[in-house]
């Protein structure tokens, strides 16, 4: 009689089979372990009560099967789809996809899908038919990067029923929130640029009506304030580099500027080029500070000092966030801030002399 197909260890390269010749299932995996189907449940779901010595059996006969969960046999388990959405919006700039694919990463090691729906037009409607229909593909949970007024005030007008956490903006209404910690980047900044001798900092700012942009400004002002500083007009941009260079090319005329910060290393890589074309050397004649520290940022000329936010944690704590919220903690252990830091490089330097 020839030998069960679970006999023996399996041809390298191929996945088991069960008896009936296909693949092999939850129950297959069961009837060799020696346990049942609801503990090999409770194993592809990380149960903590399974006995460590049965979480090991029941691997064990996953590997000798090549036995490989599928995502409905996990949902069966948990009764949960184990797919997560997130609505992004600008999705293309440097801070919202790094912070999506941390999302994405952290999700994949802890058994999830996520379902992403980008959003490009200013229309709170648009908001709400991305829940609805993350809603209809059956998400245990939400995560909002939501880093405009609107889109905060769409998300209230939404009344989201399913666990949700919030990057940026805070709801009001007790949801879980992550940020990083825009104001202090700013004030480290701008603390930066006054300790280097220059008696104040201009600032190009992000568009109104973003937090980010708007917790910057205020905190730039602040500090401007607190240390007795004379407080420039705020100089107005859109993230890009081409508004940065438009709005440095104003600044490089004006001999009394000495140190610029910008909000994001985009619009200060804009300005640095109206300053090389002004003759405004950097950083004798003038200081630029960015904000974000793009990947770029250090290979730039001359390297940018900026204010590094760490996007990955951003996005890993999020998910840790939602997946306590789904499993109805009310007291993760998540810090809600995300520190940044200061990173120092050769495009600041002392005031100039008069």
Do not use: C
């Not at 952290?106 to 980008?118: K, P």
């Not at 007790?174 to 008696?199: C, K, M, N, Q, V």
């Not at 950097?282 to 793009?294: A, K, M």
């Amino acid at each position: 009689m020839p030998p069960h197909a679970t006999d023996g260890p399996a041809p390298k390269g191929r996945s088991r089979r069960n008896f009936a010749g296909t693949r092999p299932v939850m129950e297959d995996v069961a009837r060799l372990a020696g346990v049942s189907k609801q503990t090999v449940s409770r194993v592809l779901n990380d149960n903590p009560a399974v006995r460590p010595e049965t979480r090991t059996a029941v691997e064990d006969a996953m590997s000798a099967l090549g036995y490989r969960p599928s995502r409905s046999a996990r949902s069966l388990a948990s009764g949960r789809t184990r797919m997560l959405g997130v609505i992004s919006f600008d999705a293309a700039r440097y801070g919202p996809a790094s912070i999506l694919t941390a999302i994405n990463k952290a999700a994949q090691d802890r058994g999830y899908l996520v379902s992403a729906i980008a959003i490009d037009t200013a229309d709170p409607a648009t908001v709400v038919r991305a829940v609805d229909r993350l809603s209809a593909e059956g998400a245990d949970g939400v995560i909002a990067i939501a880093p405009q007024d609107w889109v905060r005030q769409a998300l209230v007008e939404a009344r989201i029923d399913t666990p949700l956490v919030v990057l940026e903006n805070d709801l009001g209404d007790g949801t879980p929130l992550i940020t990083a910690d825009s104001r202090a980047g700013a004030r480290a900044a701008t603390e930066h640029l006054l300790h280097l001798g220059h008696a104040t900092v201009w600032h190009i700012a992000g568009p109104l009506g973003w937090t980010s942009a708007d917790r910057r400004a205020a905190s730039w002002r602040t500090t401007l304030e607190a240390a007795g500083a004379n407080v420039p007009e705020l100089h107005v941009g859109d993230w890009s580099a081409d508004s940065g260079y438009d709005l440095g090319r104003g600044l490089a005329e004006r001999p009394d500027v000495t140190a610029v910060f910008a909000s994001n290393d985009q619009m200060a890589l804009g300005a640095l080029r109206a300053f090389h074309e002004a003759g405004r050397r950097v950083p004798d004649d003038v200081s630029v500070v960015g904000y974000d520290d793009i990947p770029e940022a250090a290979h730039l000329l001359p390297p940018l000092t900026t204010v590094r936010t760490n996007f990955t944690e951003i996005g890993t704590r999020s998910l840790r966030l939602l997946l306590a919220h789904i499993d109805g903690l009310t007291e993760p252990r998540v810090e809600p801030v995300v520190p940044v830091e200061l990173i120092v490089r050769r495009s600041t330097g002392p005031a100039p002399r008069r």
